[in-house]
């Protein structure tokens, strides 16, 4: 079954830290780049960081850079967002994603950033 599975959100007050992690599954992993997407309550859904299908050509949303670091590992077949100095503005559910023959979207994870 072609599917991507997020983990790892939570509750964090202001300043802290998470790591994401999405299991891909039914496809070829590494020839495929992926992908992190947020959408905040109210807001559209936006990208927060992609990465190449050799770990390299990453890019990230100009919110997050240099406090979010997206990496992957193509023999467990996942792909992580460790994410630092959590601010509220990040509060999201956070989605994995790739193009697989059409979008194809995990269920997200929610991240919420409060004290």
């Known amino acids: 079954q072609v599917q991507l599975v997020e983990s790892g959100g939570g509750l964090v007050m202001p300043g802290g830290s998470l790591r994401l992690s999405c299991a891909a599954s039914?496809?070829?992993?590494?020839?495929?780049?992926m992908s992190w997407y947020r959408q905040a309550p109210g807001k559209e859904r936006e990208l927060v960081a992609s990465?190449?299908?050799?770990?390299?050509?990453?890019n990230y949303a100009d919110s997050v850079k240099g406090r979010f670091s997206i990496s992957r590992d193509n023999v467990r077949d996942m792909v992580y967002l460790q994410m630092n100095s959590l601010k509220s503005e990040d509060t999201a559910v956070y989605y994995c994603?790739?193009?697989?023959?059409?979008?194809?979207w995990g269920r997200g994870t929610q991240v919420t950033v409060s004290s």
């Open positions: 994603y790739t193009w697989h023959y059409g979008n194809l």
């Open positions: 039914g496809f070829t992993f590494s020839t495929y780049v």
């Open positions: 990465i190449g299908r050799t770990g390299d050509g990453i």
